[in-house]
């Protein structure tokens, strides 16, 4: 059995950052594609960013440049720093664990286990 904690989450004023975890335990190995996900009420689920092996990332449009994601092997921890976040950009955050090794995915279908999500506020 897979667990994905996510935390972190919180109310932040735009322009500033926030740093989310994602702590993976069970019958996984750390190297497998990790990814960050985000989701607002009443919309599908987004792309955020994501790593596999060798720490290869890739980060949607709207991020990359601002937020970047690592991973810790040996804690087994992904983390998603997030930084100058924009006003209106509440979502809750959640990480996705694949079961199996292999590259970079961009889609929620690649993964196979999820966090209960973590919410992120940005508001004056």
């Known amino acids: 059995q897979v667990q994905v904690v996510e935390s972190g989450g919180g109310l932040v004023q735009p322009g500033e950052s926030l740093r989310l975890s994602c702590a993976i335990s069970g019958r996984i190995s750390t190297d497998n594609p990790i990814g960050w996900f985000r989701q607002v009420p009443g919309k599908a689920l987004e792309f955020v960013a994501t790593?596999?092996?060798?720490?290869?990332?890739s980060y949607a449009g709207s991020v990359r440049g601002r937020f970047t994601v690592s991973r810790d092997n040996a804690k087994s921890m992904v983390t998603l720093q997030m930084n100058r976040l924009k006003p209106g950009g509440n979502a809750e955050y959640y990480c996705?664990?694949?079961?199996?090794?292999?590259?970079?995915?961009?889609?929620?279908?690649?993964?196979?286990?999820w966090g209960q999500g973590t919410q992120v506020t940005v508001s004056s």
């Open positions: 996705g664990a694949a079961a199996s090794y292999g590259g970079l995915r961009l889609t929620g279908d690649g993964y196979d286990s």
């Open positions: 790593t596999c092996y060798d720490s290869e990332t």
